[in-house]
């Protein structure tokens, strides 16, 4: 080295944190391209007694500094945070891997029990994944608790690569007696895509020990989501959720909302600009309505969430007492929209909590085609109603490729009579009152996981309403007994069925193209009977009643009919208050 080096890096290295186990020379831009360029900074680490963490953050280290440092680290045992993040800059690619082989077999050779590992913020692509496979699958990574791999180019390949690497590192640490307990994993920026999300997904699903998961920026849709929802769910400590620009549309949002049915323990909640539209922002209310009990932050921005389902999402945070943020920027809520719910959280004393709305989109266009481009060409179209269910069958999936007996799942199945299928498949009058008193048998054939067919159902039932008192009867009391099922679900499954039935009669815009149903006087009147029983929650009237508030031009065929229900729910809401 010439002399202005030397000197140039002994300054640098005079400006080192020394002290509490940790050595830092972060951010000090040194180039470190050979042997002869790490001489001081090997000697100190040699030196160094006790190390338990080392920063070379903000630096660039070629093939052979890196040996040469990692020489210096087969006497470490002690080593148990490598902070090794933005270290390879203006380095060939094709280099990394070699220098983070070394660096592994390093902390290896020593036996160092590492707790953490950043390699955030080094463009390293799949190949820079093997160069760290075998450490991740070593001993050195049994104890691992933060792995971060922030813009890191990974990739599907690398992602596939780094999940078998956690699934073996868990199977060999379990061997031992001591599973891989991973707490927090970053790893946003990777275009990790479907496929590699499905991977990983099998690896969280096995660790069962995430507190903190982000993955930001991924280009995951809703079948990867969906992967990744159904191993969030067996993750019982998770504390933050970090999906934000990802692409979810309702399947990927009822796969998490389900998911989150069963976390009590989530603080920070960031789907933002992930699509979620208002069917799914109206699935999370539901889930924040019954569950989610210490949630702080909620971010929901840039998701083409309409004014009548924020409105929603902010009733549902009502009780959330802990709550300090709810981000609803970006969405399709319109200058009204802004102010009503602004004022609607400052009337439950939320005000404060409320994000700026000042990139707000504006009122949607009425013309605008909701058709999900972003989910053609994906083979996992299932229903979204089956996300829905206690069980999502994504679990099956996981737990079976991956050798874990499970109780099988065999939804109820309703028996019916020949009598009832008939009045389904061409309802009337006159068959509803030969059924006589099986009417209610009609209440099995509405399955809770199905709002789509349960929606059909009621509004078949419904269209028969006359106020012949003989007809009326009959009509009401198989409505009361259908209701009453429906209802006393979850709120996620009785929410579901509630926005379906809005998007079937034209007062919410379905996220995909669903016909609509010519409405009728009497399903608004059915309705009206409904509000009024017990069985019908004040919650379920406030999310009806602000939907028929904001759309009541969509009700002008059955003005009068409209009118009641209106009354109806207001005077529901207002009781309760």
Same mark, same amino acid.
């Given at each position: ?5 030397? /000197?140039?890096?002994?300054?640098? !290295?005079?400006k080192?944190?020394?002290g509490?186990g940790?050595?830092?020379y972060k ?9 002869a360029?790490?001489?001081e900074l ?11 963490? !080392? ?11 890196a ?5 210096a ?18 380095r ?14 390093a902390l290896?050779s /020593? ?6 590992l ?11 994944v093997?160069?760290?496979?075998q450490?991740?699958?070593?001993p ?7 792995l971060?791999?922030?813009?890191c180019g990974m ?13 073996e ?8 007696g ?16 479907n496929?590699?999300a &499905?991977?990983l ?16 920026q991924?280009?995951? +849709? ?11 769910r067996?993750?019982?400590? !998770? ?12 399947n ?12 009590r +323990? ?15 922002? *109206? /699935?999370?209310?539901a889930v ?11 971010n ?14 902010a009733?549902?945070v ?6 300090e ?6 969405n ?5 929209g802004?102010e009503?719910?602004r004022e /609607?959280?400052?009337n ?11 990139d ?14 972003d ?13 829905c ?10 737990l079976?490729e991956?050798? *874990?007996? &499970?109780?099988?799942y ?16 061409c ?9 006589g008193e099986t ?13 789509h067919?349960?929606?059909d159902?009621?509004?078949? *039932? ?18 009361d007994?259908?209701l009453?099922?429906?209802l ?10 509630l926005s ?26 059915c309705l009206?009977h ?13 999310? !009806?009643?602000t ?5 009541r031009?969509?009700?002008k ?6 009118e ?14």
């Open positions: 080295m010439a002399s202005d080096d030397i /000197a140039q890096l002994a300054d640098a !290295l005079s080192t944190h020394v509490d940790e050595l830092s951010g000090l831009g040194l180039k470190l391209d050979n042997a360029s790490v001489e090997v000697r100190e680490i040699e030196q160094y007694q006790g190390l338990r963490a !080392l920063r070379l953050e903000g630096n660039t280290v070629g093939v052979d500094a040996r040469a440092i990692a020489k680290l087969e006497s470490k045992d002690q080593l148990q945070r490598c902070y090794w993040s933005d270290m390879f800059t203006g060939l690619r094709s280099e990394i891997p070699t220098a983070l082989r070394s660096l592994g077999s290896m /020593a036996g160092a029990r590492l707790t953490e950043d390699l955030s913020d080094n463009a390293f692509g799949p190949d820079g093997k160069g760290i496979e450490l991740l699958k070593s050195s990574c049994h104890t691992l608790r933060e971060k791999l922030n813009n990739g599907i390949g690398g992602g596939k690569i780094l999940a078998e690497a956690l699934i590192c868990h199977r060999q640490s379990s061997a031992h001591a599973p891989l307990r991973l707490r927090v994993f970053i790893a946003g920026r990777n275009r990790l895509e496929e590699g &499905r991977a997904s099998r690896a969280f699903q096995l660790m069962g020990s995430l507190e903190e998961v982000h993955m930001p991924n280009g995951i +849709n809703y079948a990867g989501v969906m992967a990744l929802a159904s191993a969030m067996h993750n019982p400590e !998770l504390r933050v959720l970090n999906f934000n620009d990802n692409t979810f549309t309702k990927g949002t009822l796969a998490m909302a389900q998911a989150l049915r069963h976390l +323990n989530v603080q920070v909640i960031n789907f933002g600009d992930c699509l979620v539209r208002s069917e799914g922002a *109206i /699935a999370l209310a924040l309505r019954e569950g989610l009990p210490i949630l702080k932050e909620l929901l921005s840039f998701g083409e969430i309409t004014e009548e389902a924020a409105l929603v999402v009733q549902a009502t009780d959330k007492p802990h709550m943020k709810v981000d609803l920027n970006g399709c809520l319109g200058e009204e802004c009503e719910l /609607a959280m400052e439950m004393d939320k005000g404060d909590v409320l994000a700026s709305l000042s707000d989109e504006g009122e949607p266009d009425e013309d605008d085609d909701d058709g999900d481009d989910e053609e060409g994906d083979d996992d179209d299932d229903d979204a109603s089956d996300h269910n206690e069980d999502d069958e994504q679990d099956s999936d996981i079976k991956n050798g *874990i007996p &499970r109780k099988e065999s939804p109820e199945k309703p028996q019916s009579s020949a009598e009832v299928m008939s009045f389904l498949s309802p009337s009058t006159e068959k509803l009152l030969q059924l009417r209610t048998d009609l209440r099995q054939q509405v399955d809770v996981s199905d709002p067919k349960a929606a159902v009621f509004l078949k *039932i419904a269209s028969l309403y006359k106020e012949d008192p003989e007809i009326k009867t009959a009509v009401l009391e198989t409505i007994a259908v009453n099922k429906l006393s679900a979850s709120a996620l499954q009785s929410y579901c069925f379906t039935l809005l998007v079937m009669i034209g007062l919410l815009k379905g996220e995909k193209k669903m016909k609509k149903v010519s409405l009728l006087p009497g399903q608004l009147l009206e409904a509000v009024q029983q017990d069985y019908f929650p004040q919650h379920h009237a406030s999310l !009806l009643h939907f028929i508030s904001k759309n031009e969509a009700l065929s059955c003005s009068s009919a409209g009641r229900l209106s009354s109806a729910l207001e005077k529901k809401c207002h009781d309760q208050h």
